[in-house]
């Protein structure tokens, strides 16, 4: 199993910068894939980012060259570096971990953190 803590929303300005974490415990050594994901009220979740076991990183368009996402393996924790933020950017940011075994794949999520951008 694994779990996941993110941290480091709040509250921003326009143009502003967060950086969000997301720590993996438990088996991290199975998690392929970690992303972040994002939901503002009335609307559905959306990809944010994604980092996988290789380094290679997705990213959504809204984002491109404002986000980045990184990890640290000594820590078991994967960043999400936003700059230039925009009121838009304003959800609640979630990480999932894509844990892969022998005849078990299963998606876990942490409880998300709140980032809001006022204009």
């Known amino acids: 199993q694994v779990q996941l803590v993110e941290s480091g929303g709040g509250l921003v300005q326009a143009g502003g910068s967060l950086r969000l974490s997301c720590a993996a415990s438990?088996?991290?050594?199975?998690?392929?894939?970690i992303g972040w994901y994002r939901q503002a009220p009335g609307k559905q979740r959306e990809l944010v980012a994604t980092i996988s076991r290789d380094g290679s990183t997705n990213y959504a368009d809204s984002v491109k060259g404002r986000f980045t996402i990184s990890r640290d393996n000594a820590k078991n924790t994967v960043y999400l570096q936003m700059n230039s933020l925009k009121p838009e950017d304003t959800a609640v940011y979630s990480c999932?971990?894509?844990?892969?075994?022998?005849?078990?794949?299963?998606?876990?999520w942490g409880q998300g953190t709140q980032v809001t951008v006022s204009s």
């Open positions: 438990g088996s991290v050594s199975s998690i392929y894939v």
């Open positions: 999932n971990a894509d844990y892969r075994r022998p005849f078990d794949r299963t998606i876990y």
